[in-house]
């Protein structure tokens, strides 16, 4: 980690790799991060030193986060809602965990348009090996827990739960699949521990996430950087092979994702009162659907102002003393029916954003990433956890640098000679200038911003 931390020149991408390992490590030593010291944790005590360090570091970059007038507004109504329920100290917390985001956000984007490229995803591909050795160590010592019904075991590498160790593991899938120039062998062999780690940490809404950012590596993702000719090859053989694996995964887990399959075949029947829920219904997903019902049902109960703003942050404790295992319900419980709408307009504005890609292989790869992470909400809260608002930020950072106006030329898909970056970078004069952008173009023939002549030195022969 610290190798990789000092291979990066600039202090944001030093401070990506250093927050993102140090919030791994210290959720494998749960025992000693959640004590509280003074009535706060270490893990608060930290996520404020991130946020404070942060603010320092992207000083300059803080006032991006008023491009995002939706995430704004959201913040206001956590706020809002925290003041009118007095849930001050949960609200803090809350806003804290936002803070992480806004930092992890902002040096991604940073890191990558300093570069030019994604190369600190590279680099930051260091900070998930704790998570990585740590499962690996438990699976060799045996050391496993069992929390299901059916006595199955997840192997998690010392968490505190199965949630958080797998969303770093989906994490760790994602930026693996956009990291630019990796070797196809280390990609590849990467993605398979990603995915063997989700399957014997034992949660399956990881899993189901992981099929759409799977789904767009493989079909778009591997094309992407290609030559036209060879893109839409490449991009069928990727869905021939996701297709092949989906029937066999569908036949290794059909056990395991049975109660998918009956909660798709009801629809809109699993929302009903839980009075109404038999003994086997109660089960279903681990009881998280009769516990939805249970949100659903409380908060319809509520007042006009309750209905609007919610209960307040973290409301939920004290009623259920278990959290929604789904962010909607969970934020239409906490903040009201003005904070879900703003998260899922959140969601629908990024990927928008992602849309807005001219290269329709990093567009449909972004998109599916996006996709998946919203499936991970279905069944869990990322947002709740700080390891998911990581994903997220990391996600949010690389699609606003990628679509930003005043981006460098292709950032992801960058020149592969050093050399003709660095000559486009800084031109010593109008040849130098010519030859890096005829190199680039050649280099890029789907690049539209390259394509397009700026100026009539540029074209000259």
Known sequence: MVRAALKTPHASGRLLIVVVWL??????????????????????????????????????????????????????????SGVLNGALQPTIETLLKWGFFGVVLLATVDCLRRDGDARILGLLLWS????????????????????????????????????????????????????????????FSLLTVCLVGVVIANYRTSLIAAVPIIAGFMIFGMAHGLRPGRRIVVSLIGLLALMGAGVGASLVMDERMGDVSVIAEQGGEIIKSPDA???????????????????IQDYAAGTDRTLLLGYGADSWVEKFGLYAHNTLISYLYEFGFIGTL?????WISMIVR?????????????????????????????????????????????????????????????????????????PESAAA?????????????????????????????
């Open 23 to 80: 919030r791994y490590v210290m959720q494998a030593y749960h025992e000693i991060t959640y004590v509280d010291i003074g009535g706060v944790s270490a893990n608060a005590i930290v996520s404020l030193s991130v946020c404070l360090a942060g603010g320092i570091i992207l000083f300059r970059r803080l006032s991006e986060i008023g491009r995002l007038p939706i995430i704004v507004m959201l913040m206001i109504t956590v706020c809002l």
């Open 277 to 295: 829920f038999t003994a086997e219904e109660r089960k279903l997903l681990s009881g998280r659907v009769y516990l939805w019902n249970l949100y």
């Open 342 to 346: 703003l998260l899922v307009l959140v």
């Open 433 to 461: 200038r010519r030859h890096a952008m005829l190199a680039l173009r050649e280099d890029h023939p789907n690049d539209r911003l390259l394509q397009r002549p700026s100026n009539a030195t540029e074209v000259e022969t």
């Open 128 to 187: 998930f090996a704790p998570a990585i050795v740590y499962q690996a160590l438990s699976v060799g010592l045996g050391v496993g827990k069992a929390t299901e019904s059916d006595g199955s075991i997840s192997y998690i590498g010392g968490f505190n739960h199965e949630a958080a160790f797998s969303v770093v593991l989906i994490t760790c899938l994602a930026v693996t699949t956009l990291v630019p120039r990796m070797h196809p062998v280390a990609r």
């Open 354 to 426: 992602a849309c807005s890609v001219a290269d329709w292989t990093l567009r449909g790869q972004l998109v599916s990433t996006h996709i998946g992470f919203i499936l991970l909400n279905m069944a869990t809260m990322p947002f709740w956890m700080i390891e998911g608002l990581i994903f997220y930020g990391l996600l949010c950072g690389y699609t606003l640098a990628v679509t930003a106006r005043d981006r460098v030329p292709s950032p992801v898909a960058a020149p592969a000679s050093p050399v003709a970056r660095r000559i486009y970078m800084k």
